[in-house]
Structure formats: structure tokens, C-alpha cells
């Protein structure tokens, strides 16, 4: 896998063509994602490792993708650490107990990984005996993961959080410090059991101004990745809402670069350098327009990117609805594409 295109565009290094895959690509777009959904609940398909090997596997041959990801949950570790969690039907995950204070803090778990969390190692060891492009593993960033902890699930304002870490700065230190730990003790496990790449999802960091990202979470997100510097695979740094403040997303760490469609391709690689590999960032609403359309806005990203250290992906994931023969064309688009 090290000569996979995948694995050299993490590194910088030149390929015969652009790799391309997509957040969310095993999901409810797939009808066949759906029946097996009908069966089992979402947390039943992540626990049990021969279900969620067969949902990572379900697009690969329909998209010819260059690298898997495995099926599971940014949130499933925060059940080991004591908090719950609950998925309902149209309001997304739910955390039974929330964090709101020193004492609820100071009465999560430590996680063993092997033990709580090792059905997502044994998924990983399965969809390996599977395939033969590389397999990405992945977790949630530590304040992604600590916001819904403190929220109690998705939020539009965070203000729960942000109050924690403006006038309890000690409690939000010691529950981000926790968080960490598990962190890279979890991805460090998914290394072992055969991921070849990982990836670490801020998806609502973007709702910070730069200067409380620079002081309240980059010196945490900084310690994960450098927890991560001995692993040996690539490492994607994956950010929603952060064209304003990408230089600082950039100094936490990771060997890739993931952000939005909110900014250019160009002038994010402007910003943090030719040399830094960077992944991205085709809207995914995009996915749902004409083909002629579509076209148009993934050549417009693969020009500005430029070709040497750009992996292809959207902005975010496959939004649910998205028609599969979209979604496949663009692969196409991607690997047809050649570079001036």
C-alpha cells in the first residue's frame, strides 16, 4: 500500500493520477446500506465487527474509490467513558449524560481501548483481509468530541461549551485532557489492527473565532497529533468552517490538510504552503446537481489544486439522498483528469 496514489498524495509525492474518496461513503445514500439497516440499529452495525466490515466494503466496487474508510462513529468511544450514547431517529445522537461540571469531569472512565473499543480493531482486521487499496481509520477531534459530550448532542450556538471554556477553563482543561488521552490511545489501536491512514474529524470546531481555537483547543488537538508522530501512517487533519484560520488548524499538526468548500483550493494551498498535501473540497450539495454542473466544479478544484499532494474529497460527507450514479461519476471525472 505504501505505492498506493492514496498513500503517496499523503506524502507529497507525484501520482499517476489524483485519489479520490469520499467522507461518509458507505451510508443511506446506498440502498444497500439501507436494507441492511432495516435489520440492525446504527450502534448494532458498529459493534459488530463482521456488519460494519460489510458496510465498509458496500461502495468500493460501485465507485472504484482509492482508499476505504472504516464504517463506525466518531461518538462510539464516549460510552466507555461514561457519558452514553444514544442514536434516535431524525435527531442524530443523543449523550444521556452530559458534562457540565468538575464533578461530572472528574467521574468519567479511563478507556481501555482493546477491551471496551476493540470491536472497531476487529472490523479493521476483517475489511483488511478484504481489499487492496488502503483503509483509513479515524476519531473524533477532541473538541468535536467534547462539545457534543458538554452539549449532549448537536448544537447550533455551543454556548454550553464556550461558557464552560470561558468560566470554567480548569474543568474544560481537565475534560479536554481526558479526552486526548483515550484519543490516542484508541487511534494508536486501530494502527495496530491494520488502518493505514487515519483521519481526525473537527466537524464543529469551525464555530470558534480563531483566537479561542488558538487558546482553548489547538494546544490539545496539537498534543493528539503529536501523540500520533510514531505511528507510521499518514495523518489527515479534517476541519469544517475554518477557511478563516487554517494557518492555526495547520499547527496542531497532521500530515494532510482537510477543510471545506468555504475557501478556494488555491489559495488554501497559497495559505499553508505548496509542500503541505492537502485534501478537498467539493461541496457535497454539488453532488445533487446536472452532471455538466458537477463537472465544472470538480475540474475547478482539481486545476486550483494543482495535482502533486491533493487527495480528492467533498467538503463534509455524503449527504443522504445523493444519487449513487453521482457520486461514481465523479471518481471518474477525477481520474480522467489530466493535469497541464
Not at 66 to 73: K, L, P, Q, R
Not at 124 to 140: K, T, Y
Not at 150 to 178: C, H, I, N
Not at 247 to 263: E, M, N, P, T, Y
Request: aromatic share 8%; glycine share 8%; charged share 25%.
Amino acid at each position: 500500500m505504501e505505492n498506493s496514489r492514496f498513500i503517496k498524495a499523503c506524502r507529497g509525492e507525484p501520482v499517476d493520477k489524483t485519489p479520490v474518496w469520499f467522507m461518509r461513503q458507505a451510508g443511506r445514500y446506498m440502498r444497500v446500506y439501507r436494507d441492511l439497516k432495516e435489520k440492525h440499529t446504527f450502534l448494532e452495525m458498529c459493534k459488530t465487527p463482521e456488519l460494519a466490515c460489510e458496510v465498509t466494503l458496500q461502495p468500493l466496487d460501485v465507485l472504484g474509490v482509492d482508499a476505504a474508510i472504516i464504517f463506525a462513529d466518531i461518538l462510539l468511544p464516549l460510552e466507555p467513558m461514561g457519558t452514553g450514547l444514544e442514536f434516535s431517529a431524525g435527531d442524530g445522537p443523543v449523550i444521556p449524560r452530559p458534562v457540565r461540571d468538575r464533578k461530572a469531569v472528574q467521574k468519567l472512565l479511563p478507556v481501555n481501548a482493546e477491551e471496551q473499543l476493540g470491536f472497531v480493531a476487529d472490523a479493521i482486521r476483517l475489511v483488511r483481509r478484504e481489499i487492496n487499496i488502503p483503509l483509513v481509520g479515524f476519531a473524533g477531534a477532541p473538541f468535536t468530541l467534547c462539545s457534543y459530550m458538554v452539549e449532549g448532542g448537536k448544537s447550533r450556538e455551543f454556548k454550553t461549551t464556550k461558557l464552560m471554556m470561558y468560566e470554567a477553563t480548569d474543568v474544560w482543561e481537565l475534560l479536554m485532557d481526558k479526552v486526548c488521552t483515550m484519543l490516542v490511545d484508541y487511534l494508536k489501536m486501530q494502527v495496530a489492527a491494520g488502518a493505514q491512514a487515519l483521519q481526525i474529524f473537527d466537524s464543529w470546531v469551525g464555530c470558534l473565532s480563531p483566537s479561542d481555537y488558538e487558546k482553548y483547543v489547538l494546544p490539545y488537538s496539537k498534543r493528539v497529533f503529536d501523540g500520533l508522530k510514531d505511528v507510521g501512517v499518514p495523518v489527515i487533519n479534517f476541519s469544517t468552517g475554518t477557511s478563516t484560520m487554517l494557518d492555526l488548524v495547520q499547527k496542531a499538526g497532521g500530515d494532510v490538510l482537510s477543510f471545506d468548500w468555504r475557501i478556494q483550493m488555491d489559495s488554501a494551498r497559497t495559505l499553508l504552503g505548496k509542500e503541505q498535501p492537502v485534501q478537498g473540497n467539493l461541496d457535497p450539495v454539488t453532488l445533487f446537481a446536472p452532471i455538466p454542473v458537477i463537472r465544472e466544479g470538480v475540474y475547478d478544484i482539481l486545476k486550483r489544486a494543482g495535482g502533486r499532494g491533493h487527495i480528492f474529497n467533498l467538503g463534509h460527507g455524503i449527504l443522504q439522498h445523493t444519487p449513487v450514479e453521482h457520486v461514481k461519476a465523479v471518481v471518474e471525472m477525477v481520474h480522467e483528469y489530466q493535469h497541464e
